[in-house]
């Protein structure tokens, strides 16, 4: 049996991974997924493929693109969540900001690269005003963002509206807007080292797969992800209904493409931007 070591955050997107795990859907395939939590979300992740880390893991869109072009060697296997990730902005409590226009405000990144980070410039153009670097304060994760908003160290930070609303609840801050990701948000990356491995990710690929049929047809599953990422059902509830997992091996080229320039628009790419197919490794299935 192999071992494969696959990251990604603690969120609700991510529990098909552990429903195939507490199901064997892997080690039937001789394969043993040793999964990890990875916090400070898909600058994280790229980092930890590069080092070889992780063998896989499910990245921001966003995320991937801009690492490949700053150099990275890993790359897109498959989409992994088709709907768009809807991000929540939140403030310090009695900031009394604007979600409207965010130019001066000093915004909470996890790190260089990371959702965060990429977000706060797209929804900075869809609104039609200008930030900078200068505008960022790195945080290392969601925790650090609300210690920054506690010490007035950062006035904004841009993260999934669900996983952020315990934070909302116990009053440590404000949702003052949302931005929903104008593409698919999440994908299945593979290493360098992974990509040669062509049987491997044809095994991981029709698990994941697996698994999000078997998940779309449980009685308990909103009741089950509540109870795993400590949410009420009713939220969970409201966020199923949006939500649309991959269920093929596919990855779009005009959404690619979408990313590619809207990231190079914003002058986030620092390169001459690459062709969807270069953003994939080898054997990737593209239409």
Not at 36 to 41: E, M
Not at 114 to 132: D, P, R
Request: hydrophobic share 40%; net charge negative.
């Amino acid at each position: 049996m192999k071992t494969i070591n696959i990251g990604g955050v603690p969120e609700h997107f991510n529990y098909p991974w552990h429903y195939a795990i507490q199901h064997n859907l892997f080690a039937d395939k001789d394969i043993n997924l040793n999964w990890t939590n990875v916090k400070g979300g898909s600058g994280a992740m790229c980092t930890m493929l590069e080092q070889g880390q992780l063998d896989f893991a499910l990245v921001l869109t966003e995320g991937i693109v801009k690492h490949i072009h700053k150099g990275g060697k890993s790359r897109i296997v498959q989409l992994y969540v088709k709907s768009p990730l809807t991000w929540g902005i939140h403030s310090r409590p009695n900031s009394n900001l604007l979600a409207s226009d965010l130019s001066k405000a000093r915004i909470a990144r996890s790190r260089v690269g990371s959702g965060s980070h990429l977000m706060a410039y797209v929804h900075a153009q869809q609104k039609g005003y200008t930030i900078s670097e200068q505008n960022f304060e790195t945080v290392g994760n969601i925790d650090g963002a609300m210690d920054a908003f506690r010490t007035n160290t950062a006035d904004i930070l841009l993260w999934e509206k669900f996983m952020t609303q315990p934070y909302i609840n116990n009053g440590h801050a404000e949702r003052i807007g949302l931005c929903v990701s104008p593409w698919p948000c999440f994908v299945l990356v593979a290493s360098e080292g992974a990509q040669k491995d062509l049987e491997t990710i044809d095994r991981i690929s029709k698990g994941i797969i697996q698994s999000v049929e078997a998940i779309s047809e449980q009685q308990d599953t909103i009741e089950q992800i509540a109870k795993m990422y400590e949410l009420k059902t009713e939220q969970v509830a409201e966020w199923y209904s949006s939500l649309e997992w991959q269920t093929s091996p596919w990855v779009s080229k005009k959404m690619l493409h979408n990313v590619i320039t809207t990231l190079d628009r914003v002058n986030l790419l620092g390169t001459q931007p690459l062709l969807p197919y270069e953003m994939c490794f080898e054997n990737a299935r593209l239409y």
